[in-house]
């Protein structure tokens, strides 16, 4: 899809030279087990556009298929520049990764089927190929005093909120 000048989506040739790069089972977990998913595009004026989502669903290719139903605002962002990115991450992992590619508005059957399991009535699909895996759980090698729930102790008190040494 791209926009026509006066706004419009129209079609445009199949991007079927999109492949996207086999992802870790590491982080088709996380995407299973997110808490939350971020995923930004570039508006017209280049402004980043942000929009919160449920799930990526990976398809049998390793494309990720995302229901397009709501996001009107990032169709269209698609549509003129395919360029995005996605914020996954589960604190019950202790993961998050940022996944940078190519997205696009989907209407093969197969995607709109996939997301039709979880959203009936959907009529668009937008999938994405993802072309670099950012790893952000970079503090897993980093070492941090941890205090207490109830703050730092009081002094002579050494039963809550010590710092580990």
Same mark, same amino acid.
């Given at each position: 899809m791209a926009v026509s000048p006066g706004?419009?989506?129209?079609?445009?040739p199949d991007r079927g030279t999109l492949r996207t790069m086999d992802l870790s089972p590491d982080v088709?977990?996380?995407?299973?087990?997110t808490d939350f998913?971020?995923?930004?595009?570039?508006?017209?004026?280049?402004?980043?556009h942000l929009v919160g989502a449920w799930n990526l669903l990976p398809a049998p290719d390793g494309a990720l298929i995302l229901s397009g139903e709501r996001y009107v605002e990032t169709r269209r962002n698609?549509?003129?520049?395919p360029r995005c990115w996605v914020l996954v991450a589960s604190r019950e992992l202790n993961s998050g990764y940022r996944l940078v590619g190519r997205g696009e508005v989907s209407s093969r059957p197969e995607d709109i089927e996939l997301v039709r399991r979880y959203w009936p009535r959907c009529h668009f699909a937008?999938? $994405?190929?993802?072309? /670099? &895996?950012?790893?952000?759980?970079?503090?897993?090698? $980093?070492t941090f005093? /941890? &205090?207490?729930?109830?703050?730092p102790a009081a002094p002579g008190?050494?039963? /809550?909120?010590?710092?580990?040494?």
């Amino acid at each position: 899809m791209a926009v026509s000048p006066g706004g419009a989506l129209r079609s445009l040739p199949d991007r079927g030279t999109l492949r996207t790069m086999d992802l870790s089972p590491d982080v088709l977990q996380t995407l299973k087990m997110t808490d939350f998913t971020a995923i930004v595009t570039m508006q017209a004026d280049g402004s980043p556009h942000l929009v919160g989502a449920w799930n990526l669903l990976p398809a049998p290719d390793g494309a990720l298929i995302l229901s397009g139903e709501r996001y009107v605002e990032t169709r269209r962002n698609l549509a003129r520049d395919p360029r995005c990115w996605v914020l996954v991450a589960s604190r019950e992992l202790n993961s998050g990764y940022r996944l940078v590619g190519r997205g696009e508005v989907s209407s093969r059957p197969e995607d709109i089927e996939l997301v039709r399991r979880y959203w009936p009535r959907c009529h668009f699909a937008i999938r $994405l190929q993802v072309e /670099r &895996v950012e790893d952000l759980a970079y503090w897993k090698a $980093l070492t941090f005093p /941890r &205090v207490g729930p109830t703050g730092p102790a009081a002094p002579g008190d050494s039963t /809550r909120g010590t710092h580990d040494d």
